[in-house]
């Protein structure tokens, strides 16, 4: 389910021996993946080395990034770029014709590899070729998950027998052209949905980032972890005609500097490393000067490098700022934070396994422990490369048992008598407030009157959802609602669980960390907390 890298990348290997049914919930490409910039973190220049990037990833990930998932993923990511060049994927070269690695906030050394500032454009590109020329692989546009097919929800309707082990038998799928709930019933089910970014207001990710793959996992009882670690990229563009355009931390590598109102370089007095400090500090150091001097954003300045430098290394950017009037080899470019990336997600394991058999999660959608408590930039691409890999490894293993088990009868999805709602003025009101609210009270810097109100309005709001639900016929609105309202609750349960700052999670109230109480992952399933 999701036709980003991490989903793409698994269809093509688990394509080697089985048939895949992809299903995506817009267009092929309408995928964060598509929008990644920078580029993907691994090993490859002459003076860098595995133990360097795993420091680096640990030192982010401040004591909750678990080291065998750590030194799994970067020990692997050069054999998987490569994997990606012998498909095809075009990466730039520098002038001695290695690669020409960026740097990026919190990397000791330079090993970024990226095309141009259109990476994840150019990785996507070349799964999606592939995908759809795979004889194997049969792909479906405007096809949404809805509910995750298991015995146990099968148990609950009388369609099974009690003695089963819980495991995964598929899904309900929304075909969002006819209005139709198919049944895809499956060996084996990969959650490839990606991150959650539309549960904010300001935020980086595209229209299809509304955290389904978490929702559909936590309601069928799966783990979910760390969810209160959500990543603010510092430096959206600030434009009320922009839609969520993100400017490169690559930037900053090459140099840009951030400016409050006045021009003003203010970096220095919140990290050493200045502007190429790790993300948090950058976003909580921009949330601060504005909230000091009530200003609407702040400025991010590369026009002190040669113009041609600028164009030719930040094509996309360059182009798309002056669409909105700004010509960043001239001027400064105005900018703000905005919810970037979800740390946390479906618990798996080192192969993406969940803790519901047959059930996998990779890339954003999944918690593997890379990340901790806050992702290391360009990290979260190699993490689906990756995992896609492992995944596929333990499908191709369990597999043949798994076909060799007695067929288990699905009933076909029940809409229960609900009939087409003339309101859906409900449910732009409710996803609106929704995002408002955990902007308000749930964003860069916390505290818990904060997070408490916003549980009590969450709670309001899912109560509402979930009479509407059962009333009226699903439509992709009412699903992508329902589950932002899901993973609002759950951010805001962990967030309020962890009376500590750390990484990503920064509370007023308890501004230190506590390695005592909270060096530990924050874990729920719908039962509680493990
Ligand atoms: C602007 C931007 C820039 C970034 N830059 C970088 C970078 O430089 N380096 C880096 O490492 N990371 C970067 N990231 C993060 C990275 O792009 C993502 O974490 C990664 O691409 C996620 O890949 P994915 O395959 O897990 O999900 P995605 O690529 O988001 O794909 C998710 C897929 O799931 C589908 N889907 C969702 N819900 C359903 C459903 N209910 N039913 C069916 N299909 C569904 C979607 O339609 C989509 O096809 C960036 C992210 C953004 C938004």
């Not at 200045?274 to 609407?296: H, N, Y």
């Not at 909105?324 to 900018?335: E, K, L, M, R, S």
Request: hydrophobic fraction near 40%; aromatic fraction near 8%; glycine fraction near 8%.
């Amino acid at each position: 389910m999701g036709s980003g890298l991490a989903g793409l990348g698994y269809a093509l290997k688990v394509a080697d021996f089985a048939r895949v049914r992809l299903i995506t919930k817009r267009g092929l490409t309408d995928t964060s993946t598509s929008k990644a910039q920078g580029g993907i973190a691994a090993v490859l220049g002459a003076d860098d080395k595995f133990e360097y990037h795993i420091k680096d990833t640990l030192t982010t990930g401040e004591g909750l990034s678990h080291p065998d998932i750590v030194e799994l993923v970067v020990r692997q990511g050069p054999e998987r770029i490569r994997e990606l060049v012998e498909m095809g994927a075009h990466f730039d070269h520098g002038a001695d014709n290695g690669y020409d690695l960026g740097r990026e906030g919190g990397h000791s050394h330079r090993r970024i590899i990226h095309a141009h500032d259109m990476t994840g454009a150019e990785v996507e590109r070349i799964l999606a070729e592939k995908v759809l020329a795979h004889p194997n692989i049969q792909v479906f546009e405007n096809h949404m998950g809805v509910d995750l097919i298991t015995r146990q929800r099968l148990l609950r309707r009388g369609a099974v027998v009690a003695d089963a082990e819980e495991s995964c038998l598929g899904a309900y799928v929304l075909n969002t052209v006819t209005g139709e709930v198919d049944t895809f019933r499956a060996a084996i089910t990969l959650l490839a949905t990606g991150g959650v970014g539309k549960v904010y207001l300001y935020t980086s990710n595209p229209d299809i980032a509304t955290g389904d793959g978490i929702a559909m996992a936590y309601r069928v009882g799966a783990w979910i972890g760390n969810m209160e670690f959500v990543q603010f990229h510092p430096t959206c563009l600030y434009h009320t005609a922009a839609k969520n355009f993100l400017i490169s931390e690559a930037l900053r590598g090459e140099g840009a500097k951030l400016l409050d109102g006045r021009g003003r370089a203010f970096m220095e007095k919140y990290h050493p490393l200045k502007d190429l400090a790790p993300r948090d500090t950058v976003a909580r150091a921009i949330d601060l000067e504005m909230k000091k001097s009530g200003a609407d954003c702040v400025y991010l300045d590369i026009s002190h490098k040669d113009p041609d430098f600028v164009k030719t290394r930040f094509p996309n950017i360059y182009q798309e700022c002056l669409k909105f009037g700004v010509d960043i080899t001239i001027a400064p470019i105005p900018v703000v934070p905005a919810a970037h990336y979800m740390c946390g997600g479906v618990v798996t394991d080192a192969f993406g396994r969940t803790t519901i058999a047959n059930l996998y999660a990779v890339g954003e959608v999944s918690m593997t422990g890379l990340h901790g408590a806050n992702r290391l930039a360009s990290n979260s691409l190699l993490e689906a490369l990756v995992f896609s890999h492992q995944a596929a490894q333990a499908a191709r293993e369990t597999l043949p048992e798994l076909q060799a088990k007695p067929f288990v009868p699905v009933p076909d999805w029940n809409p229960y008598g609900a009939t087409d709602s003339e309101e859906a003025v409900v449910v732009s009101h409710n996803w609106d407030e929704i995002r408002r609210c955990m902007g308000n009270y749930v964003g860069i810097v916390r505290t818990d009157r904060r997070l408490l109100r916003a549980k009590h309005r969450i709670d309001l709001i899912q109560q509402e959802i979930q009479e509407y639900y059962w009333n009226f016929l699903i439509t992709s609105d009412l699903l992508e609602l329902r589950n932002i309202a899901t993973v609002a609750d759950l951010i805001v349960r962990m967030a309020l669980r962890r009376k500590e700052s750390r990484g990503l999670h920064y509370n007023l109230d308890y501004p230190q960390a506590d390695d005592v109480s909270f060096h530990r992952d924050t874990i729920i399933s719908s039962t509680g907390w493990h």
